[in-house]
């Protein structure tokens, strides 16, 4: 008797990990759901770079570079009218690549190492240094 007092209670221990596991995948689909429905959601996805490169979507995204200066981050665009703001943190060497799309690129940062190589389509560069904008700047900012 006493032995299925313990195997029921086993049982309701394994019962209440397997909720618990349950539980957490549920989180994790959501979070897969929320995910999908940002990329659907057109216009102004927000993008935080945490690695190199740092790639973004076809949508219309709002990048920005890693947080800390020093660190030399590479952003590729994937079309959409794009906004890069690597203009937070100072002191590295920044490069973008765009392709189409009407973006607004700003590596304003105080030192003059970034690059811009904008690609087809009309970007609006914002630059510490003329030097910074390789190509494909329709317009060029001197900060
Ligand atoms: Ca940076
Ligand atoms: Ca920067
Ligand atoms: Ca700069």
């Known amino acids: ?27 994790s689909a959501g979070t897969t759901k929320e995910d999908g429905v940002s990329v659907i959601k057109a216009g102004n996805q927000r993008i ?3 690695g190199v490169p740092c790639i973004a979507t076809g949508n219309d995204d709002l ?25 937070a943190y100072g002191n590295d060497r920044d490069v973008i690549r765009g392709t189409s799309g009407f973006d607004l690129i700003y590596v ?6 970034d690059r811009i190589f904008g690609g087809k389509g009309r970007d609006k560069c914002f630059v510490d240094a003329r030097a ?10 001197v900060q």
């Open 1 to 27: 008797m006493r032995r299925i007092v313990v195997v029921s209670a086993l049982v309701a221990a394994l019962m209440a990990l397997g909720a618990g596991a349950v539980f957490a995948q549920d989180g």
């Open 48 to 50: 935080q770079c945490t």
């Open 63 to 87: 990048v920005f570079e890693r947080i800390g200066n020093g660190k030399q981050d590479r952003i590729i665009l994937r079309g959409g009218d794009d906004q890069v703001r690597a203009n």
């Open 108 to 113: 304003d940062d105080g030192d003059t190492r």
């Open 132 to 141: 910074e904008a390789v190509a494909g700047c329709s317009r060029i900012i």
